[in-house]
C-alpha cells in the first residue's frame, strides 16, 4: 500500500511538472522559454540546473528545439557535465549537429561513455569520420569495442 501511495504521488508531481512545460496544445509553454531563456541571459546555473533537472530526454529534446539557436548553445554550455546528452537522441538531426559541432570532442567522449551503446552510436554516427576516431580514441578500450 505505501508503495502504492508512493508511485502515485511521483506520478501526480511528474504531471505536475509536465503541466508546467507543455501548453494544451502540446508545444512547450512561453513562459517555461521565457524562464529559461532568462536564467541563460542572466547566465543563473542554479536556476538552469533547478528548471532542467527533472525533464525526461524527451522534454529536454523539446526544450531544445523551442529555444533559438543561441540559447541551445548557451544551455549546453552552462549545464555542462549536468547536460543530459540523450536528450540528442530526442532532436531534429540539424539540431542535433548544430549541438554536438559546437562541442570539444573531448566533451563529446565523456558524455557517450555513460549513454547506452545505441544512444552513444547515435549521437557519433553523423560525425566526420576524424571526429569520430578522436572521441572513440579518448575512450577506455572497452568503450570504443563497444560503440564500433
Known amino acids: 500500500m505505501e508503495g502504492e501511495h508512493e508511485r502515485t504521488t511521483g506520478a501526480r508531481a511528474a504531471e505536475e ?7 494544451e496544445d ?13 536564467a541563460i541571459a542572466d547566465r543563473d546555473t542554479l536556476t538552469l540546473k533547478h528548471e532542467v ?14 529555444l533559438h539557436p543561441e540559447q541551445r548553445r ?9 547536460f543530459d546528452f540523450s536528450s540528442l537522441t530526442e ?10 559541432d559546437n562541442l570539444p570532442n573531448a566533451q563529446i567522449a565523456q558524455a557517450v561513455q555513460e549513454l547506452d551503446s545505441d544512444d552513444a552510436v547515435y549521437i557519433l554516427e553523423d560525425l566526420e569520420k576524424e571526429d569520430q576516431d ?15
Open 53 to 66: 533537472d527533472d525533464l525526461h530526454q524527451s522534454e529536454l529534446g523539446d526544450l531544445l528545439e523551442a
Open 17 to 23: 511538472h509536465h503541466a508546467d512545460i507543455y501548453g
Open 91 to 100: 532532436v531534429d538531426e540539424a539540431i542535433r549537429m548544430e549541438i554536438v
Open 26 to 38: 502540446g508545444a512547450v509553454l512561453s513562459s517555461f522559454l521565457a524562464r529559461i531563456g532568462a
Open 134 to 148: 578522436e572521441i572513440l580514441s579518448q575512450l577506455p578500450f572497452t568503450e570504443r569495442i563497444r560503440l564500433r
Open 74 to 82: 548557451a544551455l549546453v554550455e552552462l549545464l555542462g557535465a549536468d
